[in-house]
């Protein structure tokens, strides 16, 4: 069977299933035809994005919350699509731009960014601040996310 993930629609709002998609192709919602935000293994979600995944999601939801500006994100964030990529299927990978989406940020509390924030079920498994370098990031998800 072929691994799957899950990304909201941001037009339309369906959560929808997907295998990993061809390097040429973009994934595109089963409701309305429209583009899903999913590149290099991560999906880009906003605030209601993030709450569906959070919500709907049977599979963990790996959550960057981080902003342009930050030289630390900025770090981090080619390690983060190089393990999303790596395991992809066995959790989802979003990022949250908390410049874009502050109201994500808001609640779920985000005083520091990159935070890393693991979801399952409804619920807050594991949090983490600071860009990790990529052995540490792996060793986190092996310990939290097991493949």
Known sequence: MAALTYA?????????????PESSKTPICGKCKRALPFHDGVLDVDAAGLEKLVQKSPIPVVTDFWAAWCGP????????????????GSAVFAKVDTERAPEAGRKYGISAIPTLV???????????SGALPEPAF??????VVPA
Request: aromatic share 14%; glycine share 4%; proline share 7%.
């Open 118 to 128: 693991v979801f399952h079920h409804g619920r807050e498994l594991h949090r983490q």
């Open 8 to 20: 909201p629609c941001p037009s339309c709002g369906a959560v929808n299933r997907f295998a990993a």
């Open 73 to 88: 994100c900025r770090f981090f964030a080619p390690v983060f699509s190089a393990v999303a990529k790596d395991r992809f």
């Open 138 to 143: 792996r060793k986190l998800l092996a310990d």
